[in-house]
């Protein structure tokens, strides 16, 4: 079973504009990741928040912690078209079951 | 640094036949996980090696399983496939535990047929 959910599941925004997804989770957690992956390849790690933080920047990327929500949302601002892909939401569940939400798939159009 | 790698990158099996993946973590990288992705399942957690021991275990049946080398290379095993078992198998391996910045493979896709 999928520990986080992403909403929306799909998304779609012209270059240049920002774009908002977000996720829930279930239990308890030490930290949340968001993880890009590009049409059927590997995952690669954006961002990691810990249950401590409530915001964390990196580049265009801005994401937010609401423990008390059990809710997490990632920001892309300016977005272009090499950030189509689809993003995902990553918990450790009981620390030790990483946990996956089915992803927010994100088009950018040039 | 070299990343993750994983062996093969494409495999087309039959029925009931058993199949072996492989991944090589990046360099001084003890914790190796394996994930199985389906359109329908999205990603799922099926164990996580640490120091050559499955520390743990997602919600698979005894048909998967996996090992770790002392070199923290890992490989995992899928006996009598089904066809349900076709995926892409995502490797990733990380410093200490399944909650740090884990790094991915490029994955082995697996068709069953």
């Known amino acids: 079973s999928q520990q986080g959910e992403e909403d929306p599941q799909a998304l779609s925004i012209q270059e240049g504009e920002n774009a908002t997804m977000n996720c829930s989770y279930k239990?308890?957690?030490?930290?949340l990741q968001w993880y890009r992956q590009n049409s059927g390849r590997g995952l690669v790690h954006l961002i990691l928040?810990?249950?401590?933080?409530r915001e964390k920047h990196s580049g265009r990327l801005r994401v937010t912690l609401d423990t008390s929500k059990k809710s997490s949302s990632l920001l892309i601002t300016a977005s272009r078209a090499a950030d189509t892909a689809s993003y995902f939401c990553?918990?450790?569940?009981?620390?030790?079951?990483?946990?996956f939400g089915a992803g927010t798939r994100l088009t950018v159009k040039p | 640094k070299a990343g993750v790698t994983q062996t093969p990158r494409y495999l087309i099996k039959t029925r009931g036949q058993q199949v072996t993946l492989s991944c090589s973590p990046i360099?001084?990288?003890?914790?190796v996980s394996w994930y199985q992705q389906t359109p329908g399942q999205g990603l799922q957690f099926l164990f996580e090696?640490?120091?050559?021991?499955?520390?743990n275990k997602g919600n698979f049946p005894g048909r998967f399983s996996g090992r770790q080398f002392s070199n923290s290379r890992s490989e995992m095993n899928v006996s009598t496939l089904e066809l349900g078992d076709s995926a892409l198998y995502l490797c990733?391996?990380?410093?200490?535990?399944?909650?740090?910045?884990?790094?991915f493979g490029p994955g082995t896709r697996l068709t069953v047929t």
């Open positions: 090696y640490f120091s050559e021991t499955q520390r």
């Open positions: 990553a918990t450790a569940y009981n620390n030790n079951d990483m946990r």
């Open positions: 360099s001084g990288h003890r914790s």
């Open positions: 990733a391996s990380s410093l200490a535990a399944v909650d740090y910045e884990q790094y």
């Open positions: 928040i810990r249950s401590n933080e």
């Open positions: 239990t308890s957690i030490n930290n």
